[in-house]
């Protein structure tokens, strides 16, 4: 079964970091755009990051910038969200995605509706 799992979520004061996870099974993640998207209680989802199949390019959007910082191990099947100076506007329900044709750049995050392959989530809370 293919499917991707995000974990590394929870409840974090203002200022403070969180790690998130995406693990893969079912198939390798080494030939993938992937992308990290959120969505927030009452909002449209959103694309957060993005990074390459190779890794060489990645996207951000304008609200995390210098703040969060994705990453991929293609060796265990993997992607990670680093999130450092989290805001409360930073909460809500973080998906992982993964898609063959999609590309990422610093200019383009790929729409959620493009990706092949998504999580069903991990959920940030920041709050003091």
């Known amino acids: 079964q293919l499917q991707l799992v995000e974990s590394g979520g929870g409840l974090v004061q203002p200022g403070g970091s969180l790690r998130l996870s995406c693990t893969a099974s079912g198939f390798t993640l080494d030939s993938y755009t992937i992308g990290w998207f959120r969505q927030a209680p009452g909002k449209e989802r959103e694309g957060v990051s993005c990074i390459s199949s190779t890794g060489g390019n990645t996207g951000y959007a304008d609200s995390v910038k210098g703040r969060f910082t994705i990453s991929r191990d293609n060796a265990n099947n993997m992607s990670y969200l680093q999130m450092n100076i989290l805001k409360p506007e930073d909460t809500a329900v973080y998906y992982c995605?993964?898609?063959?044709?999609?590309?990422?750049?610093?200019?383009?995050?790929?729409?959620?509706?493009?990706?092949?392959?998504r999580g069903k989530g991990t959920l940030v809370t920041v709050s003091s």
């Open positions: 995605a993964a898609d063959w044709y999609s590309r990422c750049s610093a200019v383009r995050l790929p729409p959620y509706h493009e990706m092949a392959y």
